[in-house]
């Protein structure tokens, strides 16, 4: 048993020496592909590989995606990002779903001054005092402005709640900076009720919602928990609208809330492959997208995944060079790029200025109604 | 002298390992670093929780939860203001809170601490319950931690965790702090205490029966394993630089859990192998998701493949080792050394004559010392050797204490050939004797003279002496050949001049000081060569009882020459007589006496 273990290791060993390759541009994606944010993570990194096969050489210089998962646990985000830089050698990396994974990779790329592109971890502490990491999204407080914006503004709705997640650091920002923006702007705060991550019951929250009778309540939930409320809030007969944001973005959000999510509205990156005018990226974003996977739509999360790539080949060829600090240095001055996701530009901080689209369920449909302008 | 060579062989392990720390950052890229660390602190959890489950028999899921406690009591105390001011986006931070500022040391033990009260406060109810119902109470325990900790942002900054904790856990603190537990944790097991906690583990009610509080060790081994756990999570949250509720969920119970069921429930050493195993497995299999090319066969990564392949080998560890890697056993040295045959007890076994001559030959050129000797000696005897001077007494002594080899014939002791050996081989084999000219360390104290005969019986060695406060063995059997040395010394009425150069004494006290020598040796077979010379009758008489006491107290045999024949018949039970080499005689004291040709040629009619 033990002579079979030993020969059965060491042919895995030999396995895994992997010729290496001067002449090549290594990026690294370290993603969620596996644990309770897989199916984020998958989408992006499909996305960040449609980039990959449309450009598969940058500079004339082939580029090698490395590609290692974080298991959505901290942890194996900061092995595995080490391991992307110190084993793999990479030039540049992009990643991840999920803030606190970013944050926990983060870390150890700032260490080592390898640049570090983040798809949708949207907590402003990401790049908070970070040198060397950038994203292709925007922050929660940008977000939940948006939506409150769009609320006041647009619909011109006095009267909101909020419905948060007190487990998450996504809602829990957002449903803050909601609040806060909706205020300035003159609108009332009814309510603000909690539940946690994996609650499945959510009739005693809905029902004070019912009583405090608002115009429309923020929910800045992920999709599991949030399809929940949703059906639970029709079978209550709840009046009001529901506002969400990205992390509702889901190409399955009609297939499995079926009549319970007609109306309901979310905040997302201006992409939507039923958008009226899309840009020339985005148009040929989603016939890539198409043709290699013709049986599911492209969502938020592809688009951000490609983009990270476009921003990286940006940097690198302004750069003219596959050295770390300087693909950082062009990094940093991204503007007006063409992206999936409208056109990016980098700000101070090192978050995408760009502008925010809003979805509708209509008739079944993901239907894009229109960009929004956050007054932050 | 066991415990030694392994005490020492572990210092030199921990110093070349430490030694190899300190060259890591050049021979091991930042990837293998990282693992090192998480290997120390994968441990320095496991070893905790193993403490709590594995040692004293309390199954708690409760570790993730502790280690939260740490990880963010530490985080706390170390963050700058400016970071906390800047962290805290949600809901400002409690002031008291925001300057408080500790260094990186005491923020982990700090952290351990709160931990350990944390755990002992649980405690006092929980462990009323046991078996799962203690796994249930310390699962939800950490649970209301978690959500505690999410619920309190003006205290944790909530859901949104801290973020920019300087990277403290170097290689050194990691692995250091790993050694003190450890250190602490195998003295503790080793104690009587150690015990006591495994006794509460294999049967409780037995334990209390043996008036020992039960509950109270319990209490006592949780709030141990809460401070491993505290300080393992402030070492983690140090490592990552980054922390927040999430992180410690149930699941990081469960990883503990695994490194310790694969390494051997209640095995220490099966801690530090489970950590190292689970760790590096799980970082070293991630190339099981890459696209593998064997030969011409491509195959693609499966994200998530690594943790099947570790599932199907923690699954294989587990059906054929079920109770784990080490199970409840422990590495030892010993098992690099073959076990030294215990020899067999030969004065427990043996039953033929202590010493047998036989046709024992001792020549110088021409002249023959000894022709033809054969005798036997039985176990518990007192054997006279007599006959006038020159008559190859002493020359039969000095062949058989290993001064002289015979010539021919042979000498077995205990039934081992012997004739030949060297003079301290035969003292080893257990055959101690005194001389005729008395050979004291006369520079030496009296004690001192006996001690140096106890040396072959003690284990330590001589480089031990060197450090003897870290091998204590030395100390420790010094004393006891001290003491037993005082003993002799009293037996022979020497214990007031212990002190005193030993040339210094009266020739009586000389000879009584050669005899206790002798048996510092632990003999079992006793050569004295004229013990009674220059003694008064006074001195003799109770030579003579002390001589019986002798065999009867030490289990000896002796073998004696002697001039003064009142102590000859008195005390022999046999007697041996020499003439001119020969041996012409051997008989009870009454044949001997009645003897003719013995009587002829040393005793003289007179004494008839």
């Known amino acids: 048993m033990r002579k079979l273990l030993a020969a059965l290791m ?28 897989a199916f984020g993570g998958q989408l992006e990194l499909e996305g960040t590989q449609l980039a990959h096969s449309l450009f598969p050489t940058i500079l004339g210089k082939k580029v090698e995606l490395v590609i290692v998962d974080n298991k959505s646990d901290k942890v194996e985000a900061a092995n595995a990002v080490t391991r992307l830089i110190e084993n793999d050698k990479v030039n540049a990396i992009i990643g991840t779903y999920g803030s606190s994974l970013a944050m926990a990779g983060g870390e150890v790329a ?18 908070l005092d970070k040198k060397f990491y950038f994203r292709a999204c925007f922050i929660d407080p940008f977000q939940g402005a948006g939506a409150a914006t769009y609320a006041f503004r647009n619909l011109g709705l006095k009267k909101a709640a909020t419905l948060v997640d007190m487990s998450n650091d996504y809602s829990v920002g957002l449903g803050k900076f909601f609040r806060d923006s909706y205020k300035k702007m003159g609108g009332e705060i ?50 009001f609208k529901f506002i969400g944001a990205d992390a509702m973005d889901n190409p399955e959000i009609v297939t499995l809330g079926g009549d319970a999510v007609e109306g309901f509205m979310h905040t997302t ?20 997208w198409n043709k290699v996977h013709p049986d599911k739509a492209p969502n938020v999360n592809c688009a951000l995944g490609y983009d990270c790539y476009i921003m990286l080949k940006d940097a690198i060829e302004r750069a003219g060079s596959t050295d770390p600090a300087k693909i950082r240095d062009a990094l940093e001055t991204i503007k007006d790029l063409p992206t999936v996701t409208g056109m990016t530009t980098i700000n101070a901080t090192h978050d995408a200025e760009k502008d925010m689209g809003i979805v509708e369920i209509r008739d079944g449909k993901k239907t894009f109604i229109g960009i929004v302008k956050p007054e932050v | 002298m066991r415990r030694a060579r392994n005490l020492l062989l572990t210092i030199i392990s921990a110093a070349l390992f430490a030694l190899f720390l300190d060259k890591a950052p050049e021979l091991l890229n930042g990837y293998w670093q990282r693992i090192l660390n998480l290997i120390a602190i994968n441990a320095i959890l496991a070893l905790s929780l193993n403490l ?97 900790i999410t619920n309190t942002p003006r205290l944790t900054n909530g859901s949104l965790g801290l973020k920019g904790i300087p990277a403290h856990t170097t290689l050194f603190m990691s692995w250091g702090c790993l050694a003190i ?99 590096t497995m799980l970082e070293w299999l991630r190339f099981v998701e890459n696209p593998i090319t064997i030969g011409s066969i491509n195959i693609p990564g499966i994200p998530g493949m690594r943790m099947v392949i570790f599932s199907l080998l923690l699954i294989v560890v587990i059906i054929f080792r079920r109770e784990g890697i080490m199970g409840m056993r422990e590495f030892s040295w010993d098992i690099f050394f073959p076990k030294r045959k215990a020899k067999p007890k030969e004065s427990d076994s043996y039953s033929g004559p202590v010493l047998e001559v036989k046709n024992l030959c001792l020549k110088f050129g021409g ?5 033809d000797l054969s005798f036997n000696i039985n176990h518990g005897q007192i054997i006279g050797l007599i006959g006038p001077n020159g008559a190859g007494k002493t020359s039969a002594f000095n062949v058989i204490s290993g001064f002289y080899k015979p010539t021919s014939g042979e000498i077995k002791f205990m039934g081992h050939q012997i004739g030949g050996l060297r003079p301290d081989q035969v003292c080893r084999a257990g055959i101690a004797r005194t001389f005729q000219n008395i050979r004291l360390f006369g520079n030496e104290s009296v004690i001192r003279n006996v001690m140096v005969g106890a040396r072959i019986r003690q284990k330590y060695s001589w480089w031990m002496t060197l450090l003897p406060f870290i091998f204590t063995d030395v100390i420790r059997e010094d004393s006891t050949v001290r003491a037993r040395a005082l003993e002799f010394l009293s037996q022979l009425g020497l214990e007031d001049v212990a002190h005193e150069k ?32 220059g003694m008064n009758p006074q001195e003799s008489e109770e030579l003579m009882k002390f001589i019986r006491r002798l065999r009867d107290e030490f289990d000896l045999t002796i073998l004696l020459i002697e001039h003064d024949m009142k102590v000859v018949m008195n005390v022999c039970d046999y007697i041996q007589v020499l003439d001119q080499g020969v041996h012409i005689a051997q008989g009870t004291p009454e044949e001997i006496k009645a003897n003719p040709r013995v009587v002829e040629a040393y005793l003289g009619k007179g004494a008839a």
């Not at chain 1, 060491?10 to 994606?29: Q, Y």
């Not at chain 1, 009720?193 to 029902?207: E, S, V």
């Not at chain 2, 350990?116 to 799962?132: K, M």
């Not at chain 2, 002249?367 to 022709?371: F, G, P, V």
Request: proline share 4%; with cysteine.
């Open chain 2, 502 to 533: 030993a040339s210094s004494l009266p020739y009586g006290a000389q000879r009584r000081l050669e005899i206790a020598r002798a048996l510092a040796t632990s003999p079992k077979f006793l050569l004295l060569d004229e013990p009674a010379a």
């Open chain 1, 10 to 37: 060491l042919v895995l060993m030999l396995c895994s020496v992997a010729a290496a390759d001067d002449d090549v541009i290594k990026i690294g994606v370290f993603n969620c592909l596996t644990g309770q944010n």
């Open chain 2, 367 to 371: 002249l023959t010392a000894i022709e």
């Open chain 1, 110 to 127: 700032e260490k080592a001054g390898i640049p570090v592109v983040g798809t949708s971890c949207t907590n402003p502490l990401v790049t």
């Open chain 2, 181 to 279: 537990v450890l250190l602490c944790m195998v003295c503790m097991l080793q104690s009587n205490f150690g015990g006591v906690m495994k006794a509460v583990r294999d049967d409780e009610v037995a334990t209390k029966m043996m008036g020992i509080n039960t509950f109270r060790v319990k209490v006592l081994a949780f709030t141990l394993g809460c401070f491993g756990g505290g300080l393992g999570g402030a070492l983690m949250g140090n490592l990552i630089t980054t922390i927040d509720p999430r992180m410690f969920m149930i699941t990081q119970t469960y990883n503990i859990l695994m490194i310790i069921v694969v390494g051997g429930l209640g095995s220490v050493t099966g801690s530090l192998i489970g950590s190292v195993l689970v760790t």
């Open chain 1, 190 to 239: 009814v309510a603000s009720l909690l539940y946690q991550t994996g609650d499945t019951d959510f009739t005693a929250q809905l029902t004070s919602l019912i009583e405090a009778d608002p115009d429309i309540v923020f929910l800045p939930a992920y999709f599991a928990e949030g399809a929940i409320v949703l059906k639970q809030a029709k079978e209550l007969g709840a009046k």
């Open chain 1, 269 to 288: 990156f201006a992409y939507d492959p039923s958008m009226p005018e899309m840009n020339d990226t985005a148009k040929a974003f989603t016939e890539a």
């Open chain 2, 52 to 148: 709590i489950y594995g040692m004293t028999g309390m199954f708690s899921l409760g570790h993730a939860g502790f280690m939260a406690i740490g990880a963010y009591v530490s985080a706390l105390l170390i963050l700058t203001p400016a970071q906390k001011n800047a962290m805290w986006i949600l809901e400002d931070i409690y002031p008291w809170l925001l300057h408080v500022n500790t260094p990186f040391i005491i923020s982990i033990i700090i952290a351990g601490l709160v931990a350990a009260f944390f755990g002992w406060l649980i405690a006092l109810p929980v462990l009323r319950l046991g078996g799962d119902y203690l796994g249930i109470a310390t699962l939800g325990f950490a649970e209301i931690i978690r959500i505690l």
